[in-house]
């Protein structure tokens, strides 16, 4: 009985455990929603654990404290919570890659929720990319190089990386069902049934435009213009080239790759709308755990959830002329990409670890004699079960759907006005006496208030045109 009462106290705190992240993360993505960003800053901060730094959920929340300290403006802790992040992505790489292939599939009898939040891949470039923009801001731009030129090397180095992450954990997986099958149990799932059975449950998962190798558009372009400032003539012209190819339809991009500018420039970056969220969904799988008695499992996966824009543009009003700001790229299709590229693996694992807990309740079954007491057992056993079946809906939420752009030359008087396409007032600026300036807005929601920064970037010295 002492042991049926611990197991049921488990149960408990797996359904609270599993509870009181996902609250927590919903309250910072609706505060960012609703433009408190400071506030959004704060909590994420309280919900890191500071007794232990290598605790699970904790590069989450240092990824949510880092953007939304940008988005308060407050570039100083900004940095300092995307140098945690960073430290705890750079920890959990050395791990995976330490490890041997035996070591990847401890949270088999349990979930993925059990195991640290790593960071993707999108994620290491995006905290580059913020960390450039906050030392601009700043007038650092001996800082903004260096991580302009991280976070290109790192979209350089992303392929290898993860190709050789999934190789690993694909290698795990048929290890472990090797030698469930020695036991005879037989875990594995044929790859039509899978493809069929995921098909008819998630039919767009594959259903977008994605970007070459991980490479996020927006990144290599910000990097292409800064280097640009800084008289970078080379990398500016390889990076143009990079993000025009990438980016063909967009006007901007392609007069900055050709060279064609006015001595001061301005360049709108707009974070438009909300990234995808991930959702919990529940699939049978057929399986013949022993070889002559047919199951279904259950196996919790996530799903992408997109969510919505904030404004199809913006309207910028220069010298009385109305300029809209144009599509970038699209960060929901980065997320996608990757997302997609590690599905199977990720459902392969679930497999794994329901199929495990589906044995193990099985054999109970059949060794049952059908007592008060065993049947007790067998309850809380299906209970566990349940409890214990989790996706990991964990992702970085505050990022934006979409990227858009405008660029023109800087008005002789310095004012621009931002408007929403209803006319909305969104900021009037008085823009510095500066040859390269950076406006960097946020809005995540239509009813949602503007994050607003004016950089003035790199030096006075001026270039006419790329050669």
Same mark, same amino acid.
């Given at each position: 009985?002492k042991?049926i009462?611990?197991?049921?106290?488990?149960?408990?705190?797996?359904f609270? /455990?599993?509870c009181a992240?996902?609250?927590?993360?919903?309250?910072v993505?609706?505060?960012?929603?609703s433009g408190?960003?400071k506030?959004a800053a704060?909590?994420?901060?309280?919900?890191i654990?500071?007794?232990?730094?290598?605790?699970?959920?904790n590069?989450?929340?240092?990824?949510?404290?880092g953007?939304?300290?940008?988005?308060?403006?407050?570039s100083?802790?900004s940095?300092?919570?995307?140098d945690?992040?960073?430290h705890?992505?750079?920890h959990?790489?050395?791990?995976?890659?330490?490890?041997?292939i035996?070591?990847?599939?401890?949270?088999?009898l349990?979930?993925?929720?059990?195991?640290p939040y790593?960071?993707?891949e999108?994620?290491?470039?995006?905290?580059?990319?913020?960390?450039?923009?906050?030392?601009?801001?700043?007038?650092?731009?001996?800082?903004?190089r260096?991580?302009?030129?991280?976070?290109?090397?790192?979209?350089?180095?992303?392929?290898?990386?993860? /190709?050789?992450m999934i190789?690993?954990e694909?290698?795990?997986?048929?290890?472990?069902?090797k030698?469930?099958?020695?036991?005879g149990?037989?875990?594995?799932?044929?790859?039509?049934t899978?493809?069929?059975?995921?098909?008819?449950?998630?039919?767009?998962?594959?259903?977008f435009?994605?970007?070459?190798?991980?490479?996020?558009?927006?990144?290599?372009?910000l990097?292409?213009?800064f280097?640009?400032?800084?008289?970078?003539?080379?990398k500016?012209?390889?990076?143009?080239?990079e993000?025009?190819?990438?980016?063909?339809?967009?006007?901007?991009?392609?007069?900055?790759?050709?060279?064609?500018?006015?001595?001061?420039?301005?360049?709108?970056?707009?974070?438009?709308?909300?990234?995808p969220?991930?959702?919990?969904?529940?699939v049978?799988?057929?399986m013949w755990i022993?070889?002559?008695?047919l199951?279904?499992?259950s196996v919790?996966?996530?799903?992408l959830?997109?969510?919505?824009?904030a404004?199809?543009?913006?309207?910028?009003?220069?010298?009385d002329?109305n300029i809209?700001?144009?599509?970038?790229?699209?960060?929901?299709?980065?997320?996608?990409t990757?997302?997609?590229?590690?599905y199977?693996?990720?459902?392969?694992r679930?497999?794994?670890?329901?199929?495990?807990?589906?044995?193990i309740?099985?054999?109970?079954?059949?060794?049952?004699?059908?007592?008060?007491?065993?049947?007790?057992?067998?309850?809380?056993?299906?209970?566990?079960?349940?409890?214990?079946?989790?996706?990991d809906?964990?992702?970085?939420?505050?990022?934006?759907?979409?990227?858009q752009?405008?660029?023109?030359?800087r008005?002789?008087?310095?004012?621009?006005?931002?408007?929403?396409?209803? /006319?909305r007032?969104?900021?009037e600026?008085?823009?510095?006496?500066?040859?390269?300036?950076?406006i960097?807005?946020k809005?995540?929601?239509s /009813?949602t208030l503007?994050s607003?920064?004016?950089?003035?970037?790199?030096?006075?010295?001026?270039?006419?045109?790329?050669?």
């Open positions: 009985m042991n009462i611990l197991l049921l106290l488990l149960i408990i705190s797996l609270l /455990n599993a992240p996902k609250k927590a993360m919903l309250k993505d609706t505060l960012i929603a408190e960003y506030r704060e909590f994420s901060d309280s919900q654990d500071k007794e232990d730094f290598y605790d699970i959920d590069l989450l929340w240092y990824l949510n404290s953007s939304s300290y940008a988005y308060a403006d407050d100083i802790s940095i300092k919570s995307f945690n992040s960073e705890l992505m750079k959990f790489r050395e791990q995976l890659l330490a490890n041997d035996s070591q990847t599939l401890k949270s088999t349990l979930n993925d929720t059990t195991r790593k960071g993707t999108y994620d290491g470039i995006m905290v580059n990319t913020y960390k450039a923009i906050e030392y601009m801001s700043k007038d650092d731009m001996s800082g903004a260096v991580e302009f030129n991280r976070a290109i090397d790192r979209q350089r180095r992303a392929k290898i990386f993860f /190709n050789k190789q690993k694909k290698d795990a997986i048929k290890q472990e069902e030698e469930r099958a020695k036991k149990e037989n875990f594995t799932i044929s790859d039509s899978l493809t069929n059975t995921l098909n008819s449950h998630y039919p767009n998962l594959h259903s435009e994605a970007y070459p190798d991980f490479v996020n558009p927006m990144t290599t372009y990097a292409a213009i280097a640009q400032s800084q008289n970078d003539t080379s500016a012209q390889t990076l143009l080239k993000s025009f190819f990438m980016m063909k339809d967009n006007e901007d991009v392609k007069a900055d790759f050709e060279g064609k500018r006015d001595k001061q420039m301005v360049w709108i970056i707009f974070e438009n709308g909300q990234a969220i991930l959702k919990e969904f529940r049978d799988f057929p022993f070889s002559n008695n199951s279904y499992i919790a996966l996530p799903k959830i997109e969510r919505s824009s404004f199809s543009y913006l309207n910028i009003s220069v010298n002329n809209k700001t144009k599509y970038l790229c699209s960060m929901e299709n980065i997320i996608k990757e997302f997609t590229k590690s199977e693996a990720t459902v392969r679930a497999i794994l670890s329901a199929a495990t807990k589906a044995a309740s099985y054999t109970a079954n059949k060794k049952s004699k059908n007592t008060d007491g065993e049947l007790l057992v067998n309850l809380v056993s299906a209970l566990y079960q349940i409890a214990s079946t989790r996706a809906t964990r992702i970085w939420s505050t990022l934006p759907k979409e990227f752009l405008a660029r023109f030359s008005p002789s008087d310095g004012k621009i006005t931002i408007y929403t396409p209803n /006319n007032l969104v900021k600026l008085h823009l510095p006496n500066k040859n390269n300036i950076l960097y807005v809005i995540a929601t /009813n503007a607003v920064k004016v950089i003035p970037f790199g030096n006075d010295k001026y270039t006419r045109k790329i050669k």
